[in-house]
Every structure is written in structure tokens, then in C-alpha cells.
């Protein structure tokens, strides 16, 4: 199914979700770079020798800096990115499942009334989760249950197998493939981005120490090499890595099942299995970032 297919729902909380990531990864960054350049007026004014006048500008603009760098962490803290990222991608990612769950015809939508226990259901995430707001996203508010849905849930159970096995299945387990293989290379960059820094540190040290040098800004690029580590760690790819291979493989083993399946209620069953993979996954995500219900 395409986005626009999806609950209205799911697609404010996607959107509200990919919005307070980026506000929360923008405002680390900037504090990031507020220490770095920071400790570069520090470098300079101990170097230059600077005039009375260059020397109060450099100083002024370290104070404005670090007032900045004050507003961003209290930003950060009033808007709660980090809490709203989360709680926004819980209700896309239970969205979804439920989705999939009543297209499917997996219990509690194998019966007759599934399109009220659906929007039960996605009421209940929604209330769960009230940082959530429509506010988050520009959505235009449309039906919970859409065409799409409604025809795939009446379709032959060859069609909705083909469907889910393709739609859901495999894209997802190509998501994982792709994003394991992504977050491993990236957090091979910063590793070795991170020891390179700490490497130029050093020779720069070890210069100075032996004369070599007039001066050295081993203490900036420890502070650039000590930002990179934090961010790398923030992003968490060597975790994310694992995860996704791992969610990836069984995800795998499982669609290997779902082709060969040819009777219904197996195939009710390979699909509960496979959104609870998903859904551990997620649950194993927020785990690792001790984010609280």
C-alpha cells in the first residue's frame, strides 16, 4: 500500500515523528558546534595576542554563544523533541500493524463489526500517546479506513496473501537490510573520523611538547573529536546495525513461510508472527533509549 493508503493517523504521527527527530538531532548539533567554536575564540585568544578591542570581541561573542547554547538546551527541554519523536513513532508504527492486522483479517478484525473495533483501536493508540497532536503534521483529514484498505480486505485470500507478502513483508525486510548495511557504514565513519581527530591531537602534542611547535589546538580538535563521538553516540548506528540484521534475518525466515503457505489459518498465523517481529523490534528500540510509556 502506498502512504496515502494508510489510516490518517498514521500518517500525522509518521510525519509529526520525522519532524521532531530532525528538530532534536538539529538542536544537539547546535550545541555541538557551539562548544567546538567556543573553544576556538579560547584558542585564538591565547595565540594572537589579540588587542583590547579584539579581545572584547571575541569575548562577546563567546558569551552570545554560550547564551545560545543555554536557550537550545532549554528549548530542548520545553519542546521535549526527543519524548514527542518517540511517542509520534510508537503511534505510526502500532498504526501500521493494526493496519495490516484488519486488511489481513487477523484477530480482533476477523469478525463481523472489524471496522468499529478498528477505529477503537486506533483511538486507543491515539489517546495513549497525547503528545501527539494533529498540529504536528500538515494532514488533511480524511477517513481512517481508506478505499484501499476496504478493497484489499474484501479481495480472495491469493490476492491478500500476494499483497502482504510483497507490500509488507518484503519491503520491510529490505528496510531493515538497508538501513543495517547504512548505519554500519556510517558508524564506521564516525569511528574512524573520531580516531583520526584524536591521532592529529597527539602528533600536535607531542610537537609542542617537544619544541617542535609554537603552539598547539590539540585541546579543539579533542573538543571537535569528543562532539563526533557524541554525536555518533546519540545516533547509536553500531546498535541500530545490530538490531536491524537481526530483525532482518527473521523477518527472512518467515517470509520464506508466508510463500509457501497455501491454507488461511497458517497463513493468520505467519502474519501475527511477523508483526509481532516488527513490533519487537520497535519495543527493543525504545528499550535501548529508555524511553518510559
Given at each position: 500500500m502506498k502512504r496515502l493508503d494508510y489510516?490518517?493517523?498514521?500518517?500525522?504521527?509518521?510525519?509529526?515523528?520525522?519532524?521532531?527527530?530532525?528538530?532534536?538531532?538539529?538542536?544537539?548539533?547546535?550545541?555541538?558546534?557551539i562548544f567546538a567554536t567556543v573553544a576556538l575564540l579560547s584558542l585564538l585568544?591565547?595565540?594572537?595576542?589579540?588587542?583590547?578591542?579584539?579581545?572584547?570581541?571575541?569575548?562577546?561573542?563567546?558569551?552570545?554563544?554560550l547564551v545560545i547554547g543555554i536557550i537550545a538546551i532549554l528549548?530542548?527541554?520545553?519542546?521535549?523533541?526527543?519524548?514527542?519523536?518517540?511517542d509520534a513513532r510508537a503511534v505510526a508504527e502500532s498504526s501500521k500493524t493494526i493496519t495490516w492486522r484488519y486488511v489481513m483479517h487477523?484477530?480482533?478484525?476477523?469478525?463481523?463489526?472489524?471496522?468499529?473495533?478498528?477505529?477503537?483501536?486506533?483511538?486507543?493508540i491515539e489517546l495513549a500517546r497525547p503528545t501527539l497532536t494533529a498540529a504536528?503534521?500538515?494532514?488533511?483529514?480524511?477517513?481512517?479506513?481508506?478505499?484501499r484498505?476496504?478493497?484489499?480486505?474484501?479481495?480472495?485470500?491469493?490476492?491478500?496473501?500476494?499483497?502482504?507478502t510483497s507490500t509488507r513483508a518484503e519491503d520491510q525486510k529490505e528496510w531493515y537490510v538497508r538501513n543495517a548495511r547504512k548505519n554500519s557504514q556510517t558508524a564506521s565513519v564516525w569511528f574512524w573520523t573520531t580516531l583520526g581527530l584524536q591521532v592529529v591531537a597527539l602528533i600536535f602534542a607531542i610537537l609542542k611538547a617537544d619544541g617542535l611547535a609554537s603552539f598547539s589546538p590539540a585541546g579543539l580538535i579533542m573538543t571537535v573529536a569528543a562532539g563526533a563521538a557524541a554525536w555518533n553516540q546519540a545516533k547509536r548506528h553500531d546498535e541500530l546495525s545490530?538490531?536491524?540484521?537481526?530483525?532482518?534475518?527473521?523477518?527472512?525466515?518467515?517470509?520464506?513461510?508466508?510463500?509457501?503457505?497455501?491454507?488461511?489459518?497458517?497463513?493468520?498465523?505467519?502474519v501475527e508472527d511477523i508483526e509481532e517481529a516488527i513490533s519487537r523490534e520497535h519495543t527493543m528500540w525504545r528499550a535501548r533509549r529508555n524511553v518510559r510509556r
Open positions: 489510516p490518517w493517523l498514521f500518517r500525522v504521527a509518521d510525519a509529526a515523528s520525522a519532524t521532531a527527530q530532525k528538530a532534536h538531532f538539529r538542536t544537539f548539533f547546535v550545541q555541538l558546534l585568544q591565547g595565540q594572537i595576542n589579540p588587542s583590547p578591542t579584539v579581545a572584547k570581541w571575541l569575548n562577546t561573542a563567546t558569551a552570545v554563544l528549548v530542548t527541554r520545553e519542546r521535549r523533541y526527543e519524548k514527542r519523536w518517540f487477523i484477530p480482533p478484525f476477523d469478525i463481523e463489526g472489524a471496522n468499529a473495533k478498528f477505529i477503537e483501536e486506533l483511538r486507543a504536528d503534521a500538515k494532514e488533511e483529514v480524511v477517513e481512517q479506513i481508506s478505499a484498505m476496504e478493497e484489499l480486505r474484501n479481495s480472495n485470500f491469493a490476492l491478500r496473501k500476494q499483497v502482504y545490530a538490531s536491524y540484521s537481526l530483525a532482518a534475518h527473521e523477518l527472512a525466515d518467515l517470509k520464506t513461510l508466508l510463500v509457501s503457505c497455501s491454507d488461511e489459518n497458517a497463513f493468520v498465523l505467519l
